[in-house]
């Protein structure tokens, strides 16, 4: 049984350029999240995804948006990307049904050049 | 917005030595989760808290939360190199989960 998968690991851009990051949820999950995480901080929850529809979004700029496919899985978008926009992105899945654990991916690193 | 800390940011130990990490809600809590992040790694899910004034324990790892719901800790007893990570703890807040900044345990062999 897969867990959460992301793509790519890794990722260099520059400033003003736009990135799209892919998402698999674990099997039988049905509800994704994006978070961002600088150095040394915590996750920050940017916007969840349920039946393919935004649920909830954190407190994240209009240049970060998403898309939920059919099979669940997921993309993130951000676009005219910023220095400050270097960090870990990671994507949970958990079941809409299952209140509590969020099961992470191991993230994609972007770097804003 | 609800705001969750922690402290310390960082703790350093010797391997053997108990360890403990403190976290506190802005607001009231309806459930607390910790997780641990190696280094290099990504967050792992530990446990979830839902009671007032429970206590769980895995292994040498206790999990605490405060009667008012609002505070929680995670206690390791005689640390090994192998729980050297980030700890977190996140609530549900005005988005699904709210996380602290963590506590950063290193374990000096």
């Known amino acids: 049984d897969a867990g959460v998968t992301q793509s790519p690991t890794h990722l260099i851009k520059t400033r003003g350029q736009q990135v799209t990051l892919r998402c698999s949820p674990k099997?039988?999950?049905?509800?994704v999240s994006w978070y961002q995480q600088a150095l040394g901080q915590g996750p920050q929850f940017i916007f969840q995804?349920?039946?393919?529809?935004?649920?909830q979004r954190g407190n994240f700029p209009d240049r970060f948006s998403g898309h939920q496919f059919p099979n669940y899985s997921s993309e993130l978008n951000v676009n005219a990307l910023l220095l400050g926009d270097s960090a870990l992105y990671l994507c949970?899945?958990?079941?809409?049904?299952?209140?509590?654990?969020?099961?992470f991916g191991p993230g994609t690193r972007l770097t804003v050049l | 917005g609800q705001q969750v800390m922690q402290i310390p940011q960082y703790q350093h130990v010797q391997e053997g030595e108990d360890f403990t990490t403190y976290c506190n809600s802005s607001t009231t809590l309806s459930n607390i989760q910790w997780y641990k992040q190696r280094p290099g790694g990504h967050p792992v899910f530990l446990i979830q808290l839902v009671k007032s004034g429970e206590v769980k324990k895995q292994k040498r790892l206790t999990f605490q939360f405060g009667e008012a719901k609002k505070n929680s800790s995670l206690h390791i007893t005689a640390t090994q190199t192998t729980d050297v990570g980030t700890y977190f703890c996140a609530g549900p807040g005005n988005t699904p989960l709210v996380f602290g900044k963590g506590t950063r345990l290193s374990v000096i062999a």
């Open positions: 995804y349920y039946e393919e529809e935004e649920r």
């Open positions: 099997s039988g999950h049905d509800t």
């Open positions: 949970a899945s958990s079941s809409i049904s299952v209140k509590g654990e969020q099961f």
